[in-house]
């Protein structure tokens, strides 16, 4: 317990004291894990709305292969990445192995089927609502789907966020990608995760406070624009 | 109103019918529409009244034969329009949901601007361009989907049960406004189960019984005293013993 | 009340500069990072705090940055010869002997030395206080306590299983009564000591900077066999065209230097230096 209260009193002190590493280190964590996920969703938008409306040869195999990659384990999408980086891998030659490039490359890998079975559930329900009657104005699968997106934005807003919080939690796939280097690479995670092999409790959890705080006002501020947009603060919130 | 013989026809069918799965839900049917013509289909639930709509509209696969012959004199093809019992509107602005319409049929941009707002004064919802489309009363919003149906310049209107979710005076509303549209220029087909609607609205009726077509009359025979078969006759006086 | 178009064109113009904001970031750290080599070394090294007090010195003598991925001394050297790192700094001198012979690096050089001590709880119920890590790890298998293991190929693992042969116990053959192989770095080692009050081999410099000592403490030091040999391997270019090697060979010369070996003997923590400087040796 008394690590709990000592981490409370610590977290405070840095938040409050703006040391230049730990905002560095948030901001790192930021952008590494924004990025991913417009990366991700670009991907994972177009396969999630494809399939929804589109009907095609082997759409049900890929259904069940999206939703059961939404359960791999962090690590091993870091593992595979970092073949794929790997000098010795396909992608070796850009040599982006251990920069935070290649965090972003993992951290989109991990959130694109995320984002993909989110989207589809989504667009589902409107589709089941107005599909046809889009289909009776003229609309072919491609001009329905871009439809229902710009009909669901609120939704897939929320979506975004939901990935945006897988991605900035994990500690797997940017550790082994990212090498976890001093003033380079090193996230929220990884010195979360460095700070307790290294025996200091406390600081650990104070890192995890404000990383949790971090998350919090990113999720408040998507709340508060899709409160503005829809007008009805319980369901932004949801 | 024009006689239905006298016409070329704008959509056959010929022993046309329509299954899901193990269902038929349409079978044997065969009907051509005439332009100017304002069909109404009638029949109880599951009749397949709205099936057949569909199958009109080009919405569905189906078996037989479906042939859409092209407008005298213009030489075109009919453009066709929908109209649901619950519209689906996009969460987006009043004029934005016509728009969307407009530029799914391929209509030059240029002229989106023009139309959506001719669309909206006829539906009396000019005032309401900037409106979201999902904040409008159910009256309103069945009006703004015929916005979005008039802003494509149909010629052959389709409608499923358009009124039925509607409270009295919003349905007086649409039926008026489509009385004041229809005409050689456009051409009707409704499904309804509010036999007074048909009897205000249509110059021919059809009746439907478990996918099949049993009557076809010029509605002042229909409803008065031409011999119809059993099924029609029992329909008939069952809805017309409710007063409403 | 704000029209709607008006609303979205302001949250757009929000989001556009956000994102603008986001990409901005991204070149700084690509200007700084044009001179810079990528080190595998290990973990007990980084936690002991010796890089950050030594890499400066070295980046200001040269401009170039060094970036320390750490590992266990086998994942080193692994990823090494996968061509992911420019220069290797280790503590397992057959590995890197072997590294080399494998035509990975053309020689190795001696750097530095620190030793391993027995960490253990300070009541010692196995009774292995004094200076002779044999006799203590006999009496740790004897008495059947708990012990923990890194278990990871690193140096420290390697370290470990030498002594446990010394002692006449072959581990892979019959573990003893409380040996627990957790597979980890240092730091978690040590983690796992103090929450189970158990025996533990490990590198000075680790526990001196190790917070979280619970009822632990030194107990067995000084023996010669526990010297812990660290040395520095520039990965041979001609295995790895990409591999930085001249960049990767300032570093090498600047270790064994009097600057870099002077700087190696300037790092103490509570007054105590870690690291005793030996290139050349």
């Known amino acids: 317990m008394s690590t709990v209260i000592d981490s409370l009193r610590t977290a405070v002190a840095l938040a409050a004291g703006g040391d230049p590493t730990l905002w560095r280190t948030a901001l790192l964590s930021l952008q590494v894990s924004g990025t991913a996920c417009l990366i991700g969703a670009g991907f994972g938008i177009t396969l999630g709305a494809a399939l929804a409306v589109s009907r095609f040869p082997g759409q049900h195999a890929l259904i069940v292969i999206v939703n059961t990659l939404l359960g791999m384990p962090s690590v091993v999408v870091g593992l595979l990445v970092y073949l794929l980086l790997s000098r010795q891998g396909p992608l070796g030659q850009y040599g982006i192995l251990f920069t935070p490039a290649a965090m972003v490359v993992a951290q989109s890998v991990l959130v694109v089927p995320l984002i993909a079975a989110l989207t589809r559930r989504q667009l589902l329900a409107s589709l089941a609502e107005g599909g046809d009657q889009l289909q009776s104005l003229g609309a072919g699968a491609p001009a329905t789907a871009l439809l229902l997106l710009v009909h669901e934005r609120f939704g897939l807003l929320t979506v975004l966020l939901t990935a945006f919080g897988r991605a900035i939690a994990e500690v797997g796939a940017v550790m082994i990608v990212g090498g976890n280097i001093d003033g380079v690479t090193r996230v929220m995670t990884t010195t979360i995760a460095l700070e307790t092999s290294k025996g200091d409790l406390p600081l650990a959890l104070a890192l995890g406070l404000i990383l949790l705080s971090v998350t919090g006002v990113v999720n408040v501020a998507i709340g508060l624009l899709q409160w503005r947009g829809t007008r009805t603060p319980l369901q932004a919130f949801g | 109103m024009t006689a239905p013989g006298g016409t070329a026809p704008l959509i056959t069918l010929r022993r046309a019918g329509v299954s899901f799965g193990a269902t038929r839900a349409l079978q044997g049917i065969d009907l051509a529409l005439h332009r100017g013509e304002r069909l109404v289909m009638v029949g109880p639930n599951g009749s397949g009244k709205t099936t057949l709509l569909r199958l009109m509209h080009g919405l569905l696969a189906h078996e037989g034969e479906r042939r859409v012959h092209p407008l005298q004199p213009e030489g075109r093809e009919p453009v066709c329009a929908m109209l649901f019992q619950r519209p689906f509107l996009l969460h987006l602005s009043v004029q934005w949901n016509v728009r969307v319409g407009l530029w799914l049929q391929g209509v030059p941009r240029r002229e989106h601007a023009a139309r959506s707002a001719d669309a909206l004064e006829r539906v009396g919802l000019g005032g309401l361009a900037r409106r979201r489309a999902r904040e409008l009363s159910g009256g309103q919003q069945q009006r703004l989907a015929l916005a979005r149906a008039f802003a494509l310049q149909p010629d052959i209107l389709f409608l499923d049960e358009p009124t039925a979710s509607l409270d009295p005076g919003a349905k007086r509303e649409i039926e008026a406004l489509i009385t004041a549209t229809a005409g050689p220029e456009l051409t009707l087909v409704m499904s309804t189960h509010d036999l007074r609607q048909a009897r205000r609205l249509a110059s021919r009726v059809i009746f439907l019984d478990e996918g099949r077509l049993l009557a076809d009359l010029e509605v002042g025979r229909f409803f008065e005293g031409a011999a119809l078969p059993e099924a029609a006759t029992r329909f008939l006086k069952g809805e017309l013993t409710w007063s409403h | ?281």
């Not at chain 3, 401009?63 to 990823?79: C, F």
């Open chain 3, 1 to 281: 009340m704000v029209p709607l178009n008006l609303r979205r064109r302001l949250i757009g113009a929000l989001l556009a500069i956000a994102g603008i904001g986001l990409a901005l970031q991204a070149p700084p750290a690509r200007a700084q990072d044009a001179r810079f080599i990528v080190m595998a070394s290990t973990t007990s090294t980084e936690q002991s705090g010796l890089f950050a007090h030594l890499l400066p010195a070295f980046k200001q003598a040269t401009g170039i940055d060094v970036r320390v991925v750490a590992v266990g001394t086998g994942q080193a050297l692994d990823q090494a010869r996968r061509g992911d790192a420019d220069i290797v700094f280790v503590h397992d001198t057959a590995a890197e002997q072997k590294f080399v012979a494998e035509g990975f690096a053309t020689e190795r050089r001696n750097v530095m030395y620190n030793d391993f001590v027995l960490i253990g709880p300070k009541a010692d119920p196995a009774g292995v206080k004094g200076h002779d890590i044999a006799a203590a790890l006999k009496r740790i298998a004897a008495t059947g306590q708990p012990f923990v293991s890194r278990g990871d190929k690193s140096g420290t693992h390697s370290a470990e299983l030498r002594q446990w042969k010394r002692a006449g116990i072959d581990i892979a053959a019959a573990r003893p009564a409380g040996y627990k192989d957790c597979g980890c770095g240092m730091g978690p080692a040590l983690n796992m000591a103090a929450a189970t009050n158990a025996y533990v081999l490990s590198d000075r410099g680790t526990w001196l900077s190790f917070k979280n000592r619970g009822d632990l403490t030194i107990l067995v030091e000084g023996d010669q066999a526990l010297f812990n040999q660290y040395g520095v391997m520039v990965v041979n270019p001609a295995k790895h065209p990409h591999a930085k090697a001249a960049l990767a060979q300032q570093f090498a010369d600047w270790v064994v230097s009097p600057a870099g070996q002077q700087a190696i003997a300037a790092y103490k923590i509570g007054g105590e230096q870690l690291f005793f400087p030996n290139a050349g040796r």
